[in-house]
Nanobody, 112 residues
Framework: QVQLVESGGGLVQPGGSLRLSCAAS????????MSWYRQAPGKERELVAT????????NYADSVKGRFTISRNNAKNTVYLQMNSLKFEDTAVYYC?????WGQGTQVTVSS
């Protein structure tokens, strides 16, 4: 069955960096667009970034443009989210998504 397992979340100070990973299994990873979403407390889940199957095209939410980078390694069935210059408002649970499948999420907390 399809599995998406996120990792790499944690506590970081404002201005810091984290790299999230999402390991995929149960489907042909290289054929599908992958996305990262996030959900902050009391807010709706929102799209953060998307990368096409071969990695040729990426899209970002305006709130993270220039700070976050999505990438993928199709040989490792893994998608990444490099997050730099983190802000308090980036605090959320971050989810990996492919097709209609979601991972369990990883918590990112930006706090001083």
């Amino acid at each position: 069955q399809v599995q998406l397992v996120e990792s790499g979340g944690g506590l970081v100070q404002p201005g810091g960096s984290l790299r999230l990973s999402c390991a995929a299994s149960g489907f042909i990873f290289s054929l599908y667009t992958m996305s990262w979403y996030r959900q902050a407390p009391g807010k709706e889940r929102e799209l953060v970034a998307t990368i096409t199957s071969a990695g040729g095209r990426t899209n970002y939410a305006d709130s993270v443009k220039g700070r976050f980078t999505i990438s993928r390694n199709n040989a490792k069935n893994t998608v990444y989210l490099q997050m730099n210059s983190l802000k308090f408002e980036d605090t959320a649970v971050y989810y990996c998504k492919s097709q209609s499948y979601w991972g369990q999420g990883t918590q990112v907390t930006v706090s001083s």
